[in-house]
């Protein structure tokens, strides 16, 4: 990859800038991609920002930027995207900073303390090379201290016209698949996190193999349709929104239970007993385990040292099963009527079993 050095002075780096959700982010007279296929939303929080602003307008040195040249002398920016966002955002007056104990936007400036920013020279490594060449590079640089997530090196992995689409769904400030699904899913859609779980849900966990196989679909139309149908499919089966819905991963109960024939009336009321049971420690695993009726989704409350040891005593150290003695370090606790059954994680429901009688019980 051939680099050259080159200083680029704000005011015209800021020079028709544009913030297109379609056409996406320009600058430089329109000659500068500021976000490709490969790159992250803008992530930035108000600190970080500010800083970059802070930074030009007391003329430090600010980390030097990589742009790649493309075959038609316009350039795409492979470092630098959260430092230039802020950049021109300010200078377009869309935030203030503090300065003085006063919050002043650009044009609240004078015009020295203006002039001073849009002279500041920015150093920028122009790249000529490769796709695969500026890819790499992109991945090994630091990205001005923010490390990429797993779905935003995947996004430079496979980018093309796909990811491209599937960010319109799933990578935006409320996009469509927040507007819909963002009492039911955790994290950020400008992370990813939104995308990485749509595609985990789709191919049973394999994101990698399903952004291989679609690279180059001309749209992501059938994840977006898949994720719209998984969210009618919750919202229908559990109408009644709790937190704990945020924990739960619905796309393999959509794949497994859409066709189900369920009663969302029952489903609710057992729901609701479960969400009393004080037994009952992973409240998010209620919904999978009415599904699918393994009490392992629900982490039941175990017995505390004290109440294996009042049990051991009562039972005088005799297992009674084997009808064996044991050190109450060879026994292991066990529910004398079980919690499906109802019985309850308290002293007087408590057997101690040895270790083997134990696990043959519980088919280990």
């Known amino acids: 990859m051939k680099i050259d050095l080159k200083k680029i002075r704000v005011r015209d780096l800021v020079e028709d800038y544009e913030d297109n959700d379609e056409l996406g982010v320009r600058a430089y007279g329109d000659k500068l991609d500021v976000r490709p296929p490969y790159q992250r939303e803008f992530v930035y929080k108000d600190k970080q920002r500010n800083a970059v602003i802070e930074t030009l307008r007391r003329g430090f040195p600010l980390n030097v930027m990589y742009w790649a040249v493309r075959d038609d002398g ?11 966002i802020s950049i021109c955002q300010y200078v377009e007056g869309d935030f203030s900073i503090p300065i003085d104990g006063h919050r002043l936007a650009f044009h609240n400036l004078q015009q020295d303390q203006r002039d001073q920013i849009l002279n500041y020279e920015l150093m920028v490594y122009l790249c000529e090379g490769t796709d695969s060449e500026k890819l790499e590079w992109f991945k090994t640089i630091n990205i001005a201290g923010e490390e990429l997530t797993n779905q935003e090196l995947r996004n430079a992995v496979y980018h093309g016209i796909w990811v491209s689409a599937a960010k319109k769904y799933f990578s935006k400030n409320n996009c469509p698949a927040y507007a ?80 189900a024939d369920l009663d969302p009336a029952k489903l609710e009321a057992e729901i609701s007993t479960l969400m009393q049971d004080e037994d009952v420690t992973k409240k998010s695993g209620i919904y999978n385990y009415i599904l699918h009726r393994e009490e392992r989704h629900l982490s039941i409350r175990v017995f505390t040292d004290n109440h294996k040891r009042e ?54």
């Not at 316009?74 to 430092?83: A, K, L, M, P, S």
């Open 180 to 259: 819909i699904g963002s009492n039911y899913i955790m994290g950020s859609p400008i992370r990813q996190d939104y995308l990485e779980t749509a595609i985990k849900w789709i191919n049973d966990g394999d994101i990698d193999g399903y952004m291989a196989a679609h690279q180059h679909d001309p749209d992501a139309n059938p994840l977006w349709v898949y994720f719209r149908d998984v969210m009618s499919w919750v919202k229908a089966t559990f109408p009644k929104w709790r937190k704990e819905m945020r924990s739960v991963q619905w796309g393999p109960l959509y794949n497994k239970f859409k066709n």
């Open 311 to 364: 049990a051991y005593e009562r039972q005088k150290g005799i297992c009674p099963v084997c009808k064996e003695h044991f050190e109450l370090a060879e026994m292991e606790a066990d529910h004398i009527t079980p919690w499906h059954a109802g019985g309850r994680t308290i002293p007087a429901n408590c057997k101690m079993l040895c270790k083997d009688d134990n696990r043959r019980k519980g088919g280990v």
């Open 74 to 84: 316009t350039f795409e920016v492979i470092d630098g995207q959260q430092r230039t």
